[in-house]
């Protein structure tokens, strides 16, 4: 292997690396003593690292010595500053040489070119990450700055998990998710919106609100867009929309207001729920409402009709009674004078008389059978109940009464017979 060779003299290792040494090293570097003082002692939240690049003789960066370190570098990698100061990269005890030896090729590019570069590194000892940041105060030196970003990064991966729910919600979710800028183009959408109006995502960018909307929900949109955005309150409304058929359907949308990261307002979310089914089922229920209600309103007339009849009959019930007495009344007098009249001698008002009389009973007996028909109209009807006999007695008795018939028909006409004879 050919030797390594620096491109500049180094400080020698131990007594000699005085803080003469180290002034003269600043001042060849461009660091003041007070500068190197701050940057170094006081920069706790960050490890801080000077080193010194090491060049095989093709001048191909192979190593660095590191010359300088900060307390806050020795605390983050667990190690004293004695330990390795002026020690080379490969000379490192195993963990950090492992570590280390993977920065040569970026501390090279820095150290040549003068260009920073940066970088995140996972170090497994700790178990912590770190923002690594090298910079070049002069060719063939680095100065590497390492910030503990653990927190961040466990933030970070929280923020992507939920960010991965969150997504695969946004595109598993049945009800439509779209968002709007300020002048109603569409941002972004959920595969359940595109799929709900017949367009692709495409489409929909080039569409604005009103042209999925009917008319005459173009007034109803302005106004809860201009109370959201200024109210930041949600709304739930409901409107129709228009798919790419021109067909139109119902819908359920809950509509808030947008803000990006700074908390600027750029826009509105909307979440919109197709509720054709539950239209339709509403239609049907009140259907079956107005049914019912027809239903109940013939009931409730038979029922009036029923109680109108109950007290026309009990009032016929009772107009029989009282006009049946005095009819009685009427009847015995006219038979009274009937007999009278049939004492007279014969004559012409005999017979005027006779045949007044007579209508009179004609009419009484009408206005009777009036009467006997509203008691019959009022009376409750009773069924009687009786036990049926058997088939072999019912026989028995339809048999007796036949030939008891049959006998009664016979004595009956061998009476008339006699009679014709005399």
């Not at 004293?80 to 030896?101: C, N």
Request: proline share 4%.
């Amino acid at each position: 292997m050919p030797p390594l060779k620096h491109s500049s003299k180094t400080p020698s290792q131990g007594k000699d690396y005085s803080d003469d040494n180290r002034r003269d090293l600043l001042e060849k570097l461009g660091i003041s003593s007070q500068q190197f003082q701050i940057i170094f002692s006081h920069l706790t939240q960050g490890g801080i690292a000077l080193c010194k690049m090491v060049y095989d003789e093709k001048g191909v960066p192979v190593d660095f010595i590191l010359l300088e370190a900060n307390p806050a570098f020795e605390e983050i990698f667990g190690v004293k500053r004695e330990q390795i100061i002026l020690k080379k990269a490969t000379q490192f005890d195993p963990k950090m040489k492992e570590s280390f030896v993977e920065y040569i090729g970026m501390y090279g590019r820095v150290a040549k070119t003068g260009l920073p570069e940066q970088c995140e590194v996972y170090f497994q000892p700790q178990d912590k990450c770190y923002q690594v940041y090298a910079y070049s105060p002069k060719k063939d030196y680095v100065i590497s700055v390492f910030m503990d970003i653990t927190e961040r990064k466990n933030a970070e991966q929280q923020f992507i998990m939920s960010e991965k729910r969150f997504r695969r919600l946004y595109e598993t979710t049945q009800d439509g998710i779209m968002a709007r800028d300020l002048q109603g183009q569409m941002i972004d959408c959920n595969k359940a919106y595109a799929k709900m109006l017949g367009y692709s995502k495409k489409e929909l960018r080039r569409l604005t609100a009103q042209q999925l909307l009917p008319e005459k929900w173009h007034e109803q949109r302005e106004k809860i867009v201009k109370n959201v955005l200024q109210t930041g309150r949600s709304i739930v409304f409901e409107r129709e929309y228009k798919r790419k058929d021109g067909s139109i359907f119902p819908a359920s949308v809950r509509t808030w207001r947008l803000t990006d990261g700074k908390g600027k307002v750029i826009g509105t979310w909307s979440i919109v729920r197709d509720i054709t089914e539950q239209k339709e089922l509403q239609k049907n229920l009140e259907e079956h409402a107005g049914t019912l209600k027809k239903i109940i309103e013939e009931r409730t007339k038979q029922l009036k009709d029923t109680e109108r009849l109950a007290a026309i009959g009990q009032t016929a019930g009772m107009v029989g009674h009282d006009l049946r007495n005095p009819l009685q009344t009427v009847i015995g007098e006219l038979y009274l004078a009937r007999c009278e009249v049939e004492s007279l001698p014969e004559s012409e008002l005999k017979n005027n008389l006779q045949e007044s009389i007579q209508v009179i009973e004609e009419q009484a007996t009408y206005m009777d059978k009036i009467v006997s028909d509203l008691q019959a109209f009022v009376r409750p009807v009773k069924i009687d109940k009786k036990t049926n006999q058997p088939k072999g007695t019912c026989y028995r008795r339809l048999s007796v009464r036949c030939h008891s018939n049959k006998h009664q028909s016979a004595n009956a006409y061998k009476r008339r017979l006699s009679t014709s004879e005399s």
